[in-house]
């Protein structure tokens, strides 16, 4: 089944302890973009990445590291979590690029920083 | 600056009745592509349209239909004869082709609450 796997599902952390948040497709997208989901704000994209070994910021990267090692997997990394982060955040990704293709979203993992 | 504006931050309707959603966007670019998504109770995010700029037409696909009106940068949503399972928040969201290639901005989101 062709999908965006994201893992974990919940994680509740404490302040400064590093994290990642795995994300996998299995679609040979070659885009693939992480997002936060914030109420009243609705979904801001954090990073961004073409292809392999090419990574860009997006609206709200502060905080947050990426790495694109692979087509498949983008992880997520929070260096040093902290309670405004607590959110819920989805990976996407896209054949060639959003604008033509839309996203597939994994399915959202919702963390929690205390 | 927000350039994606869904005003309305939830709509409450009895079943059957018709929902309008709208969007409003901002863009100088003169390509760019609207969407929608649908996020049901469940929490994924479920494509609906991709409409590119060049193309006006209004479309329709089933009990949805968009109606895209560059005059007034608006691409609005509305659901018709709406049903329980449409309750979900609803969000647009903008690509352009320009600079701002690979970034994609969604709108705060409209919750639809459908009652029986």
């Known amino acids: 089944e062709a999908q965006v796997t994201q893992n974990p599902r919940y994680l509740i952390t404490v302040t400064g302890k590093k994290l990642t948040v795995t994300c996998s497709q299995n679609m040979n997208h070659e885009y693939m973009s992480w997002y936060r989901q914030d109420p009243g704000l609705g979904l801001r994209q954090i990073y961004y990445?073409?292809?392999?070994?090419?990574?860009d910021k997006g609206d709200v990267p502060e905080g947050y590291k990426v790495s694109r090692k692979e087509k498949r997997n983008f992880p997520l990394i929070l260096e040093s979590p902290s309670p405004n982060q607590t959110s819920l955040y989805f990976c996407a990704s896209s054949l060639g690029g959003p604008t033509t293709y839309g996203y597939t979203f994994g399915s959202g993992t919702r963390l929690t920083v205390v | 600056a927000q350039k994606v504006t869904q005003a309305q931050t939830e709509i409450s309707v009895v079943e059957k009745e018709d929902v309008t959603l709208d969007c409003v966007y901002e863009?100088?670019?003169?390509?760019?592509?609207l969407f929608w998504y649908k996020q049901p109770p469940s929490g994924e995010l479920v494509f609906l349209i991709r409409r590119n700029s060049f193309d006006e037409q209004n479309e329709i696909s089933g009990r949805y239909s968009w109606n895209f009106q560059k005059s007034t940068s608006s691409f609005n949503f509305t659901i018709t004869a709406s049903q329980v399972v449409d309750s979900a928040v609803y969000f647009c969201a903008l690509s352009e082709a320009g600079d701002s290639w690979g970034k994609f901005q969604f709108g705060a989101g409209t919750q639809v609450v459908v009652t029986p």
């Open positions: 863009t100088r670019d003169t390509t760019y592509y």
């Open positions: 990445s073409m292809n392999v070994e090419v990574t």
